[in-house]
């Protein structure tokens, strides 16, 4: 976890912890908010494959696909197993958002904010996105 929130814009890498990639939150369509000239992110920007990519390989005990892919790992190696299968919680949203700040009339994201999949992982940020180097 981070020292310090920061608001989460278009770009910011996220991580679930039954997953073995990072990924970019995706953001198809500005609410019109910005910081550091930068997209921010509300609570609703959760969608599977709209916002949110699979995070590769998926090791929760809950995935029984029973399916297997293979993958390059984020340190270049060869890895395999269950497919991610991000799906949200029922009417699930981003939690640990900043209430007082409004993005399109919704609570912004913050690097602290964090959503459930519906396989038990928890995603949660790796960085806010909004630094160029991010």
Not at 78 to 85: D, F, L, M, R, V
């Amino acid at each position: 976890m981070m020292d310090k929130y920061e608001y989460a814009v278009r770009g910011a890498k996220i991580f679930c912890e039954c997953g073995s990639h990072v990924r970019r939150l995706n953001l198809p369509q500005s609410h019109g908010a910005f910081v550091n000239d930068k997209p921010m992110m509300n609570e609703a920007d959760c969608v599977p494959e709209v916002n949110i990519s699979s995070f590769g390989t998926c090791d929760s005990p809950k995935n029984e696909s029973g399916e297997t892919v293979y993958l390059i790992s984020m340190d270049g190696k060869e890895i395999q197993g269950t497919p991610c299968k991000f799906a949200l919680l029922s009417g699930g949203k981003w939690e640990k958002t900043k209430e007082q700040a409004k993005v399109d009339e919704k609570p912004a994201l913050t690097t602290e904010s964090e959503l459930h999949c519906s396989l038990g992982g928890t995603i949660r940020f790796n960085s806010s996105g909004q630094q160029e180097a991010d």
